[in-house]
T-cell receptor, first 113, second 111 residues
Framework: NAGVTQTPKFRVLKTGQSMTLLCAQD?????MYWYRQDPGMGLRLIHY???????AKGEVPDGYNVSRLKKQNFLLGLESAAPSQTSVYFC????????????FGPGTRLLVL | GEDVEQSLFLSVREGDSSVINCTYT??????LYWYKQEPGAGLQLLTY?????DMKQDQRLTVLLNKKDKHLSLRIADTQTGDSAIYFC???????????FGTGTRLQVFP
């Protein structure tokens, strides 16, 4: 049981480049989330999904798109990266929206120059 | 909007108790959580408390909730060097099932 995995672990982009971050979970969880973590701030929700084929905006969705074509995968896309998107990105999954724990991935560190 | 605040840093001696504090603004909070983040890792749920409780104990961890003052604390007894990490408080409410995180408190344990 790998839990929640994220690919890649680290990436450097130039302004304007695009990339996709992959989150995969093998726990058959319905809910999946993408967060960003910036210094001195808590995690902020970018987008989330309540099931295969569904996505919804979180607190800071601008500049990002997501897709959930398969239940186990949740992709986060940056179409035109900006320095303000330099951050650590965390994916999480959970059975439901209740108090059950969200399981977090190890994070992807992204630097946009 | 909803806000969750924590102090940024706490330093304690090994063997002492640590108390990490958190305040929140959402009066409809249902569950409040404590997460631990070790260097280079994702967040790990430590414990959570339902809003109709005022205390929860789990081994070395004690969570106290003062709903009137919207204050949550995490006490770690007999703090060890392995407890050094960033601790996040978070809440959810009836209005949203999304987690709202605090800024995190960096706990440093010295010998």
């Amino acid at each position: 049981n790998a839990g929640v995995t994220q690919t890649p672990k680290f990436r450097v982009l130039k302004t304007g480049q695009s990339m996709t971050l992959l989150c995969a979970q093998d726990m058959n969880h319905e809910y999946m989330y993408w967060y960003r973590q910036d210094p001195g701030m808590g995690l902020r929700l970018i987008h989330y999904s309540v099931g295969e084929g569904t996505t919804a905006k979180g607190e800071v969705p601008d500049g990002y798109n997501v897709s959930r074509l398969k239940k186990q995968n949740f992709l986060l896309g940056l179409e035109s990266a900006a320095p303000s998107q330099t951050s650590v990105y965390f994916c999480a999954s959970s059975y439901s929206s209740g108090p059950e724990t969200q399981y977090f991935g190890p994070g992807t560190r992204l630097l946009v120059l | 909007g909803e806000d969750v605040e924590q102090s940024l840093f706490l330093s304690v001696r090994e063997g002492d108790s640590s108390v990490i504090n958190c305040t929140y603004t959402d009066s409809s909070s249902t569950y409040l959580y404590w997460y631990k983040q070790e260097p280079g890792a994702g967040l790990q749920l430590l414990t959570y408390i339902f809003s109709n409780m005022d205390m929860k104990q789990d081994q070395r961890l004690t969570v106290l909730l003062n709903k009137k003052d919207k204050h949550l604390s995490l006490r770690i007894a007999d703090t060890q060097t392995g407890d050094s990490a960033i601790y996040f408080c978070a809440d959810t409410s009836y209005n949203t099932d999304k987690l709202i995180f605090g800024t995190g408190t960096r706990l440093q344990v010295f010998p």
